[in-house]
């Protein structure tokens, strides 16, 4: 049964732009938090950025100021919009739920892909 369903990613060039979207089912669309994570290759998997269910945000460094994590209208989707892409920014991102780390429930993952 899946629970959260990735969609957003692509190739694009530095300076570029993307928005993820993080469809969550019935069963975790109440978990307090929701996060993006991504992992490059040979990296660990790293958080980028969290919403509550109250909108609350944070963020990692090194997205500060380019990324914007939201939740749509519906409450079921939540979203992250990357602006001034970054080679560095390359990865695999997941969105994943729950109360506290590590977070239970996760996505399959999208590629992100940003050249020079």
């Known amino acids: 049964q899946v629970q959260l369903v990735e969609s957003g990613g692509g190739s694009v060039q530095a300076g570029g732009s993307l928005r993820l979207s993080c469809a969550a089912s019935a069963r975790v669309v109440n978990m307090p938090v929701t996060a993006w994570h991504r992992q490059a290759p040979g990296k660990q998997r790293e958080l980028v950025a969290t919403?509550?269910?109250?909108?609350?945000?944070t963020y990692a460094d090194s997205v500060k100021g380019r990324f914007t994590i939201s939740r749509g209208n519906d409450k079921n989707t939540v979203y992250l919009q990357m602006n001034s892409l970054k080679p560095e920014d390359t990865g695999v991102y997941y969105c994943?739920?729950?109360?506290?780390?590590?977070?239970?429930?996760w996505g399959q993952g999208t590629q992100v892909t940003v050249s020079s």
């Open positions: 919403i509550t269910l109250g909108d609350s945000t």
């Open positions: 994943s739920v729950g109360y506290t780390p590590p977070y239970p429930y």
